[in-house]
């Protein structure tokens, strides 16, 4: 075999390795029983179907608990938790995202809020094709709200000098890693001064890090991807809003995370 030969073998192998990208979808859930089966069926109908779907119930107070459990127990490729107290999203996350996965660098995590939900049917396979086409680590992208479409690209300047803690906040949804760039993160990372997982602002907590690991390998996907329902009464941006301020100030202060290199 010629080396014209071996290299067009190997890139072949590599594609159809890229190509088999499983995602591992979270979905954190609190009294969100007019928004979850909204969000559970736009995860449904997905063209790409190598996923698995964990969905854990904070605790809630209404009927979010039966209402997922609806949707999953018919599904076999979901599963449902529900907390005996509340322990707060991003230690529900944080547990998920620490069980075992068998290829961590072909595995790409994603978070969506259980009262939000995928803007189309084609979300995961637009996603799937970018880290096809790029080798990223992570991305983050575009979003609707009832302000409108939301979401910018973190500056030349900013991504090649790691300066991300200092910059407006622009990692937002839809928001997707490589498992084994999660598994780099130093969990006391995401731990406040009080040494509990943030409570809020818990978003930066774990893009900070992984976008100053990932430096270059990440990227921007213009396409609207997401749908963020800022008209719950009950988000965190509007009645914690001075908690999310101060655990940002807070966040924004920790050790800068070098780049790290994967394969």
Known sequence: MNLFNLRFTVKKVDQKQNQNLFFNI?????????????????????????????????????????????????????????????????????????????????????IIDGDDYLYSGDVLNIVKEKYLETNCLITYGSHISSKGIQGKKYPRLIREFNLFRKYFWYGSHLRTFRHDLWLAINPQDLLNINKEYYPVAWDLAMMFPMLEMAVKRQEFISEILYVYNDNNPISDHKIKRKEQILAAKEIRKKQIYNKRNFH
């Open 26 to 110: 979270i979905v954190p859930l609190f009294n969100a029983e007019q928004y979850i089966e909204k969000c559970l069926k736009s995860i449904l109908k997905q063209s790409y179907k190598r996923f698995q779907v964990q969905v854990v119930d904070d605790c809630s107070s209404d009927s979010s608990y039966e209402i997922a459990s609806s949707i999953c127990g018919v599904n076999k490729n979901f599963k449902i938790f529900k907390n005996s107290r509340r322990i707060g999203a991003l230690n529900n996350i944080s547990n998920l995202l620490d069980t075992k996965i068998k290829e961590p660098s072909r595995t790409v995590d994603l």
